[in-house]
């Protein structure tokens, strides 16, 4: 007859176990929990980054095609866009702060306005600066700060490696490497669409 009741050597190490059990199934729910957790938010950020970002570039752009066009000294509506830019740029003091490079520089201004400002809050107000006071602005620089602008945001949102993630987790094929010479191979019929 085989002995059925556990010694207290063997209560122990059972108990032993299951505490293992138990705690390594804690530690895997709190991994997951709080990777899902950090994603969301990391997520949530760069939406209202890039909902921030189209509101400027959108502006930028509204701009350079009318000084293009050569109406931008005339527009009706230019203290309009001249005070959406600026309203934009204080609002990206909040995704951009200051940068307290030196103690104390700044610091007779209001907090939000301590220390040296962000660049991409530089490529934003040199614009507007640009648009304010030229009578017709320079088009090359305000490309170049457009672009400036787009770049930095571009290089913290890493779309590269967002799609990555994105085609990851919804199993969908985002081609991240097809160029047109690439996509004209495979679609010769497409030339007259770009070449005419």
Known sequence: MTNIFLTTEDKIQLLGILITVVLTVIGGLYAVLTNTKKYELTEEYKRELLAWYSDVVEIMMLVIHYAETKKWRNHPNRV?????????????????????????????????????????????????????????????????????????????????????????????????????????????????????
């Open 80 to 196: 309009e866009i001249l005070a959406k830019i600026s309203l934009l740029a204080e609002c990206g003091r909040f995704y951009f702060p200051n940068i307290n490079e030196k103690e104390g520089y700044g610091k007779e201004k209001p907090a939000a306005y301590q220390g040296v400002r962000h660049i991409v809050l530089e490529f934003v107000l040199f614009f507007y600066e640009e648009i304010k006071t030229a009578e017709e602005p320079d088009l090359n620089r305000l490309w170049k700060l457009e672009r400036g602008f787009t770049s930095y945001v571009f290089q913290v949102i890493n779309p590269p490696k967002r799609n990555k993630t994105y085609s990851n987790y919804l199993q969908i094929n985002l081609k991240e490497n097809e160029t047109l010479g690439e996509y004209l191979q495979k679609n010769e019929k497409e030339k007259e669409t770009f070449f005419g």
